[in-house]
């Protein structure tokens, strides 16, 4: 069985290819608004799944999920049906239980889309706020980029 692409890390940046698809796109052709939030959200995904061979359970595991708190959106230019787009996803900041990250849509190194997102990393069994284990906040923090 074929194995889906997680991207590449380059550098300390995550790059996600993506190839817009008819359902991505509104009447005018043009990738939906809130498309570009599931790309960063699969994107965000599979570089996190760099840091571990089996992501779920290991998150599972530790009884850890990461929640959106707060997203800020830049629409620069749009994307269009068929095009090849990238998701570059930066680890801007971490804190004992959230993380910063800025990600940004580029097709041919011109930026469409910039999003700034803090995630918050709560328990999965009892919803509350739990700070990130020692062994996984020294992975992550390899990838940190001021």
Same mark, same amino acid.
């Given at each position: 069985?074929?194995e889906p ?5 380059i550098?300390?940046?995550?790059v ?45 595991? $530790?009884? @850890? ?12 230019? +749009? *994307?269009? !049906?068929? #095009? ?17 990250m ?14 700034? $997102?803090? @995630? ?8 509350r706020?739990?700070?990130? +284990? *020692?062994? !996984?906040? #020294? ?8």
């Open positions: 069985m074929l692409t997680k991207g590449e890390i550098g300390k940046e995550h996600y290819p993506i190839r817009v698809f008819y359902e991505d796109t509104d009447a005018g052709g043009v990738v939906y608004y809130a498309n570009y939030l599931r790309f960063a959200e699969r994107a965000r995904s599979e570089f996190l799944r760099f840091l571990s061979t089996s992501w779920a359970g290991d998150m599972s595991d $530790i009884d @850890l999920v990461f929640m959106v708190k707060h997203c800020e959106i830049e629409y620069k230019a +749009p *994307a269009k !049906l068929d #095009e090849a787009i990238e998701m570059h996803t930066t680890l801007k900041e971490m804190g004992g239980a959230w993380l910063l800025e990600q940004k849509v580029v097709r041919n190194s011109q930026e469409l889309v910039v999003i700034n $997102i803090k @995630l918050a990393t709560v328990s999965l069994n009892s919803g706020p739990s700070r990130i +284990p *020692a062994g !996984l906040k #020294e992975k992550m923090a390899e990838f940190i980029s001021n």
